[in-house]
């Protein structure tokens, strides 16, 4: 600090100069760049919230990058994970078509926040309007059981139908498609059992002709959405289908289950 009072004025001057020659306050465009920011930490929330996470394919990312759930270090004895499983499950499809006289096999593997699902189309499943299974279906079944008696995770069954309405014939049995297609998801239930699947740990569940294979996810279920995706005999056609799901462990329903109670689920 200056002493002298030639140097306090001298000292207070440079402090007035100073002043005229900085702006008060923060630089004007720092207030137009903290909107932007603003507006861009909104919007990736918003697609957080809007999102669903695929846990396979997280999987499948935590696997590539050397970093799993819990430990990289597996062992024989360790239970197969959802990567896992969609992996075996895409093993048996490619076979499947390699042994195929047309190149084209009838399952398919897809993903999704619920876990892994094959799915098997109705048509060599079980006869017209029935819930018999046909020798077709067991084949497959008898090679999907390794994967399940590898793994931990709750099996749901669904059967789905096209919107086609059953012949009056067939009405006395099954009123509507939702008691055919709960059937269909039952016999297949009472298939895994004879295989040797823990009844534990299946559910059945149908869902008529409620769940068509295309509808896309943010698509709400509607006359017209299922009429869109039943115009064709190939769309229907896919629709006619039963879905084994390999279910992710928040979409399991038996967190309170007793062991040893059977489980098994039709609705």
Do not use: C
């Not at 306050?25 to 996470?53: E, K, N, Q, R």
């Not at 695929?54 to 959802?82: C, F, T």
């Amino acid at each position: 600090m200056p002493k002298s009072s030639k140097e306090k004025k001298a000292y207070q001057a440079g402090i007035t100069k100073g002043k005229t020659l900085v702006d008060e306050g923060l630089p004007g465009w720092f207030g137009t760049f903290a909107d932007m920011m603003t507006l861009l930490f909104a919007f990736f929330v918003l697609l957080a919230a809007i999102s669903t996470i695929d846990p396979v394919k997280l999987q499948e990312m935590a696997d590539s990058m050397g970093k799993s759930v819990g430990s990289k270090i597996k062992k024989e004895s360790q239970a197969m994970n959802l990567a896992d499983i969609k992996k075996a499950a895409q093993n048996m499809v490619n076979k499947m078509k390699e042994e195929s006289e047309s190149g084209e096999a009838p399952v398919d593997v897809t993903t999704g926040p619920k876990g892994v699902t094959i799915g098997i189309s109705s048509d060599i499943s079980f006869t017209s309007g029935s819930a018999k299974t046909k020798p077709q279906i067991i084949n497959i079944l008898t090679k999907i059981v390794p994967t399940i008696d590898k793994s931990y995770f709750q099996i749901a069954v669904e059967g789905h139908t096209d919107n086609e309405k059953l012949p009056e014939k067939l009405q006395e049995k099954y009123p509507t498609n939702w008691e055919l297609s709960s059937a269909r998801a039952s016999a297949v239930v009472r298939e895994l059992i004879k295989l040797g699947v823990n009844p534990t740990r299946l559910e059945a569940v149908g869902y008529g002709e409620f769940v068509p294979r295309d509808k896309l996810s943010h698509e709400l279920v509607t006359g017209e959405i299922i009429n869109k995706y039943n115009k064709t005999v190939q769309q229907k056609a896919r629709n006619r289908r039963v879905e084994i799901t390999f279910l992710a462990p928040h979409y399991s329903k038996q967190d309170s289950g007793v062991a040893g109670t059977e489980t098994g689920k039709t609705t």
